[in-house]
């Protein structure tokens, strides 16, 4: 089992970035398969970027370009660099370790002007 505590979220206006971080604790995210997925009101819990236990990345067409998911394995961390965020991107994210059906507490990011 692997507990994940989510932070970095905040208010920024259009155009501004963001950077959350999702802290490991209990196991190695090495050994998992990692997603950044979001919420906003009223809507379902989708996607936003997955890293692969090898490294691989991949993201959801709406973020591509502007988001970068990495991880760094020695803190057992993983990060989503956000850039040119817009108001859709609006939601709570919430991090998740595929292996053991892990999530976190999530953290709010609101663009607005």
């Known amino acids: 089992q692997v507990q994940l505590v989510e932070s970095g979220g905040g208010s920024v206006q259009p155009g501004g970035s963001l950077r959350l971080s999702c802290a490991a604790s209990g196991s190695r995210i090495s050994l998992s398969t990692m997603g950044w997925y979001r919420q906003a009101p009223a809507k379902q819990r989708e996607l936003v970027a997955t890293?692969?236990?090898?490294?691989?990345?991949n993201y959801a067409d709406s973020v591509k370009g502007r988001f970068t998911i990495s991880r760094d394995t020695a803190k057992n961390t993983v990060y989503l660099q956000m850039n040119r965020l817009k108001p859709e991107d609006t939601a709570v994210y919430y991090c998740?370790?595929?292996?053991?059906?892990?999530w976190g507490q999530g953290t709010q990011v609101t663009v607005s002007s």
């Open positions: 890293i692969s236990s090898v490294g691989f990345t």
């Open positions: 998740n370790a595929v292996r053991w059906g892990s």
